[in-house]
């Protein structure tokens, strides 16, 4: 039996009963040990409580942007923790928003190569997660200058309806929330899709970040629960 035959088999025997689902597994495994690979992958996910995975089953894939560039980032952090922790079938890259400054003369179809690459990564993303510091009490130009990239071509803009959830976060116990309030009326001007309900602002961002990522069980928790809402919203 082909590979594919046997996880289209796995996969309909897991639909209904899990542990017959198991000993299949061990039975089809004995049969063909050079199929081990393929099928210890999804056993390790599902041992882990995900879903057998086939694109069927892939929720979201995500884009995340961080609104500073600086290597040590909290913002870069906080996506870094939250793409580790991300639930089964949702998948998320991030990019970095170092891009030109925005100037309407070379806003044509020979625009900059990274700028359409921008847009393309928005387009084919299913949601957005812009995770921003505060700078004199409101965004990053960084920010202001990718969002208004991506805001045109006037009415074709790849964030017109595309779900956005914006986390915002600083070393003061403000937690950035007026740059996340910026942000919220330049998202909504386009308009993109507002993720709505409780806002994700992290107050002293310094105390929560390990090795480089979000490590706080109650923010990482927080903010999984909007990226959930995120998910379901595409
Ligand atoms: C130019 C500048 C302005 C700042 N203004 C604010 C501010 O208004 N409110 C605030 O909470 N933090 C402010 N900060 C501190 C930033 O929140 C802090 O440096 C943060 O770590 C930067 O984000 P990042 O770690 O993602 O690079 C400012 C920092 C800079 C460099």
Redesign the pocket.
Known sequence: MSCWKKLALLESLACTDHFTAIGSVLRLHRLDPDWQLPVRKQFDDHRKGNRFMTDATVRAKLLGL???L?S?????AILRGLQDALPAGVSMDIRDLRLPLYDQDIDTPDAPAEVHSFRQAIADADGVVIVT?????GMPGVLKNALDWASRPYGKSALIGKPVLVIS????F?G?V?AHQQVNDTLLALPAKLLAGPQVVVGS?GEKIKDGKLADEAVLKFALSAIDRLSAAK
Do not use: D, K, Q
């Open positions: 961080p609104g500073s600086r040590n980032s909290n913002s870069l510091p505060e700078y004199n009490y976060n600083s070393p003061a403000t950035g007026r961002v």
